[in-house]
């Protein structure tokens, strides 16, 4: 269990609100929590850089509900695969 804590090295942060609270309780990963702050909710956890992709699919699936806070890079590679999408419709 320690290697596996030690590979999990990215640590991400993602704000959510109730539909993605909601979407989040469906299919919670271990490595990850749902946080309350001020009456906000985040998904906290971490992740290993060979996830990257793995994980802006996942993210992807909560739509409109989560904004990805940290780190920027998760938030540029998320924002890239959602040009992606968005680019498949201008053609």
């Known amino acids: ?12 942060k993602c704000e959510i609100d109730g539909a993605g ?5 469906k299919g919670a990963y271990r490595d990850m929590q749902l946080h309350e702050e001020n ?5 906290v956890g971490h992740f290993s850089r060979e996830e990257l992709d793995y994980m802006v699919q996942y993210l992807i699936t909560f739509g409109k ?11 540029e590679a ?8 968005v680019d498949r419709y201008a053609q």
């Open 21 to 25: 609270k909601e979407h989040f309780l």
């Open 65 to 75: 509900h989560l904004t990805v806070m940290e780190p920027d890079f998760l938030r």
């Open 1 to 12: 269990m320690a290697f596996y804590q030690d590979y999990l090295t990215i640590s991400f």
């Open 78 to 85: 998320y924002l890239a695969e959602l040009q992606e999408i």
């Open 39 to 43: 009456g906000q909710y985040y998904i």
